[in-house]
């Protein structure tokens, strides 16, 4: 579904909530409701997503909204890669994984400042529902299925720095950018 900027559904971007801010601990709920309120919210956190340096995934609670969405979109990536084009999932869930994992690099809106080595399956299967409330499932691989596994962490009040192999890792981004 493609969501159209309109001037009734046009509204100011939220601002990204960053760590150590305890709101991104909070666990989020699953949606029920699927109407106009919610394209117009699912818009607003892709136009949030687009707006952050580098951003390729979002979450709901990242701008305080509690609820079990995500937006994923791996063509925005510096470096190609096969992906789904713009992915806007509401209530998503792994319901299979590989038993292969990778290790990666990755940060976040949310933690502007790091970048961390975590390890992370490398093919997801996720069923969603769309912005209409329809049943879908996708099978997602490499950094695309690291992109969903970072986001889908986000609505469980989890952050990639929880997750990184060790804390020896976690390396400042701007040293990291200046190499």
Not at 39 to 66: E, H, S, T
Not at 123 to 138: F, K
Request: aromatic share 4%; with cysteine; net charge negative.
């Amino acid at each position: 579904m493609t969501v159209v900027d309109t001037a009734e559904n046009q509204q100011e971007a939220a601002v990204i909530l960053q760590q150590p801010d305890l709101r991104l601990r909070q666990r989020s709920v699953q949606r029920r409701c699927f109407d106009a309120e919610l394209i117009v919210q699912v818009n607003n956190l892709r136009v949030v997503m687009l707006q952050g340096v580098g951003g390729v995934g979002i979450a709901a609670p990242q701008i305080g909204w509690f609820e079990r969405v995500i937006v994923v979109d791996c063509s925005l990536a510096n470096r190609p890669c096969r992906h789904h084009g713009l992915l806007m999932m509401v209530n998503p869930r792994i319901v299979d994984a590989s038993e292969k994992m990778k290790l990666g690099r990755e940060g976040c809106l949310s933690v502007p400042d790091w970048v961390g080595m975590v390890e992370r399956h490398q093919m997801v299967r996720v069923a969603y529902e769309d912005l209409m409330g329809v049943s879908q499932v996708i099978e997602s691989h490499h950094y695309e299925a690291r992109v969903i596994q970072h986001e889908i962490d986000h609505l469980d009040g989890v952050l990639f720095t929880d997750r990184v192999v060790s804390t020896r890792d976690l390396v400042r981004r701007m040293v990291l950018d200046q190499v």
